[in-house]
């Protein structure tokens, strides 16, 4: 669990201060003992005779302090223990403004032919620091391994000398055996745009990602505008992912907190409490004769589409329809959706909340905080986290916060942590958005847009509290989803209200100057923030079968 780092000497940046990287990063608690099953945490996982192996040990190679995230450069390194037998697929590298965390992919030829890697022929050098005049351990030559015809590259070589590394240095993979990658985030170089023409360094990932979708991350990186492969699982089982007792206690370890803002209004509630305490279901051309909803759904319409035939709204009586509204926190549950990720190499575990109401919206005007009047209510609210989790170890490597149609991936390095390896997240006063620290994001543009707000409060929902696995492909039958699940219409009405009329409402109290700016910003927000529509269940999201975005 967690890296470990062999330096010569601690590197130091501005101040004297040693840099975040110089901090190998580990959870905070150790590793569970998982149930026993077939593959899932066994160290090794079989790619269809081509065995691979996660190494987080290191030896640093070469380091830059300058460019890169925060100016802080990035720092080169390839593995420090290779078992018996496995060769080193390319080297790694991370920017210096975070603690150590990462790892890369070894590989070992487990047919009888031994056919499945090969020596490069040559290497390419793609790039030198030697004209570079900023602050650098020496100088770093980066390689591309050539390969046979029939091989691909998977990772590069990084060296301190001129000379050309050993062809035994690296593998290069047959390419039955691999898949298209894409640059992913910024690691180093002067611009983070992936189409600047300068040197720059960033991540990759499989081009093609999905819970079908077969591409392996390695955690290489590509330099320059080389082109890489990643690998493929061509075994194509899933054999190497969790079983049910296995993933319950994954999900004990890992099970997120959730803070709620102090003033929020509209908490969360399971969805058997939502349908029990007077949801109701309508049907278009019968608005006038609204049904009473089963608790686990049972009478909902199955499967289809998001035809507008059908929609869920809150009780008609007006004391319910308020009480439904604020949720019910004790009742709570999360609903899990776990699926296989990256070629079966890691699993996904999206943990969903629902909530009754979406609350109104609050934006900031310049140095004016003003309420929106109805803007961004709606009925029925769905929001998730995504854990991202190694299949080699059981190690909680990422996760997924969602938030307004996206989201952002955080390392387990950036996460704060609470009771253990469970990481916290904040959702935001009355839209519910879900972020990794608390404070203000504005959603717009300059000092214009609409305030997520989060901070701690004596609300929160421990995830781990109550929790059912909903949904897992993987496990077949073993798993049987709700009824509400495969409900494939709102579940929420649309709302119709006056938008010019809620704006003017606004604009009222702002200074002359900012009145234009606040109209064109709130005509340009998506329907989903404005609240016009109802949602969508989980199952309808496109991060169901795919990647988060």
């Known amino acids: 669990m967690g890296n470990c780092l062999n330096l010569p000497h601690p590197s130091k940046y501005k101040g004297g201060k040693v840099l975040p990287i110089q901090t190998p990063f580990r959870l905070p608690s150790s590793l569970p003992t998982w149930p026993p099953a077939e593959g899932f945490a066994s160290g090794v996982i079989d790619l269809g005779g081509l065995l691979v192996r996660r190494i987080s040990s290191f030896t640093k190679v070469w380091a830059a302090y300058e460019g890169g995230p925060d100016n802080l450069g990035a720092t080169f390194f390839e593995p420090s223990e290779v078992p018996q037998g496995f060769f080193l697929l390319g080297c790694y590298s991370q920017p210096n403004n975070r603690p150590l965390y990462g790892w890369v992919l070894v590989a070992k030829d487990d047919t009888t032919d031994s056919s499945l890697l090969s020596r490069p022929i040559d290497y390419t050098l793609v790039w030198n620091s030697e004209s570079l005049n900023i602050k650098k351990d020496g100088n770093a030559y980066f390689w591309l391994p050539t390969p046979p015809d029939g091989y691909k590259p998977i990772g590069h070589v990084v060296t301190n000398s001129p000379a050309k590394p050993s062809p035994d240095k690296i593998r290069c993979v047959r390419t039955d055996f691999t898949d298209e990658c894409e640059a992913d985030t910024w690691i180093w170089g ?259 847009g609409i305030r997520n707000d989060t901070a701690k409060s004596k609300m929160l929902m421990d995830t781990g509290g109550q929790f059912s696995v909903v949904a897992a492909d993987h496990l077949g039958c073993t798993v049987t989803e709700p009824p509400w699940l495969n409900y494939f219409r709102e579940w929420g009405p649309k709302i119709n209200y006056d938008i010019e009329g809620e704006i003017k409402k606004v604009v009222k109290i702002l200074p002359g100057k900012l009145k234009s700016a606040f109209e064109k910003f709130v005509k340009s927000l998506p329907k989903e923030v404005l609240g016009e529509e109802g949602p969508t269940g989980p199952k309808l999201k496109r991060n169901w079968s795919g990647d988060e975005v």
Request: glycine share 10%.
């Open 190 to 448: 002067p611009q983070k745009d992936i189409k600047t023409t300068g040197f720059s360094v960033f991540s990759v990932r499989p081009s093609i990602r999905g819970s079908q979708a077969m591409g392996v991350c390695v955690g290489t990186f590509v330099a320059g505008n080389t082109n890489l492969a990643c690998l493929k699982n061509t075994k194509s089982d899933f054999s190497y992912m969790p079983n049910l007792p296995q993933i319950e206690v994954l999900f004990r370890a890992y099970a997120p907190w959730i803070y709620f803002h102090p003033d929020e209004k509209y908490l969360t509630s399971s969805v058997s409490w939502f349908f029990m305490n007077g949801a109701l279901l309508y049907k278009k051309g019968e608005e006038s004769n609204p049904i009473s909803i089963e608790s686990t759904g049972s009478n909902l319409p199955q499967g289809g589409s998001n035809d507008g035939a059908y929609w869920l709204d809150l009780p008609v009586d007006g004391g319910a329809k308020e009480r439904v509204k604020r949720g019910d926190l004790s009742s709570s549950q999360a609903y899990l959706h776990v699926k296989p990720m990256m070629g079966a190499t890691f699993t996904d575990i999206a943990v969903w909340v629902f909530y009754p109401f979406n609350g109104p919206a609050r934006a900031k005007v310049e140095f004016v905080n003003v309420d929106l009047g109805k803007i961004g209510e709606h009925v029925g609210d769905w929001e998730h986290v995504t854990l991202r989790i190694s299949n080699f170890n059981g190690e909680l490597c990422s996760v997924y916060f969602s938030k307004h149609s996206g989201g952002s991936w955080f390392s387990s390095s950036e996460l704060e942590f609470q009771g253990g390896n469970k990481p916290v997240s904040y959702a935001s006063l009355h839209g519910h958005a879900m972020y990794s620290k608390p404070g203000l994001v504005l959603q717009g543009s300059g000092n214009i």
